[in-house]
């Protein structure tokens, strides 16, 4: 890896400032779902003591434009900034509506919660029980 490339929430690597943006084809203009406001709000979301530079790190951007996109955020009020000692601390606020037009009826509080809690794995079956497994072909 160069020296100045990082690593983001993908684990590719890039170089300092750029996008985190993949082609899935190899071919044509590489692109993402999430814009870099949403992967700035997830990450405030799992760490909200992080600091702008980790935040860019972790999203793949530079540090002028996660505070930027920071100050974009807390003026919409989807989050607050409190000043704790040298560091921030940062509130999500979940009940406010995406800002489109088609999704301005639902919350950001599904993405949060979709992006920053993975789902357990099902329990495994149980062995000692006299239930066939539901994975597993019934061959007669």
Same mark, same amino acid.
Do not use: C
């Given at each position: ?23 899935v084809d190899g071919q044509g203009?590489?692109? &993402?779902?999430? =814009? ?14 992080? #600091? !702008? /530079? ?7 951007? &530079?540090?002028? =434009? ?14 607050? #900034? !409190? /000043? ?17 037009p088609t999704e301005a009826r ?35």
């Open positions: 890896m160069p020296a100045d490339a990082e690593r983001g929430l993908d684990g590719a690597a890039r170089g300092s400032g750029s996008a985190d943006q993949v082609s203009k590489p692109w &993402t779902f999430l =814009t870099n406001h949403a992967r700035v709000l997830v990450h405030i979301a799992r760490n909200p003591h992080a #600091r !702008v /530079r980790d935040v860019a790190v972790d999203v793949g951007i &530079t540090e002028r =434009t996660a505070q930027s996109i920071l100050n974009d955020l807390e003026k919409a009020a989807y989050l607050t #900034r !409190v /000043r704790v000692g040298r560091r921030n601390h940062y509130t999500i606020h979940p009940d406010r509506p995406f800002r489109h639902q919350s950001i509080a599904g993405l949060i919660e979709l992006l920053t809690d993975p789902q357990p794995p099902p329990d495994p079956p149980d062995a000692s029980s006299d239930e066939p497994d539901p994975t597993v072909p019934n061959p007669t």
